[in-house]
């Protein structure tokens, strides 16, 4: 019996630990792995989130053009389309769809920086935005 309870008591934890990851959390574990380094930096990402950058669009010079300083809230297109607030505490579906995470950093890094984001900048902007 004790044998029992403490396997089973051992299958609880594994089980709740596979169960705290969130979909976040795989996210930044996977540019954890492509950076080769898992010290993300909220104060990076809010740093680079914030910055203008020139090497970009001229009419995007940052990701507060579209997205406001403050990621609680929501956005605006150039077109004048609402884009709903990054944080995941204002939007707990954000930053859950890996493909649709990557397909956004894809499009807005090149629109901004003119390149596309490193691997590391990426989970510093998901560090700095899990903040809120």
Known sequence: MRRFAL??????LAASAVLATTPQQALLDSYA?????????????RAFFLAEHASG????PSCTTCHTADPRQTGETRAGKP?????VSANPDRLTDP??????????CAS??????????KGDVIAFLLSF
């Open 99 to 108: 493909a649709f995470v990557e397909k956004w950093f894809t499009r807005n």
């Open 57 to 60: 669009k001229p009419e995007t």
């Open 7 to 12: 396997a089973a008591g051992a299958g609880l």
């Open 33 to 45: 792995t492509a950076a080769g380094d898992s010290a993300f930096s909220a104060e990076r990402g």
């Open 112 to 121: 901004v920086l003119g390149r596309d984001c490193t691997a590391a900048e």
């Open 83 to 87: 884009i709903e607030p990054l944080a």
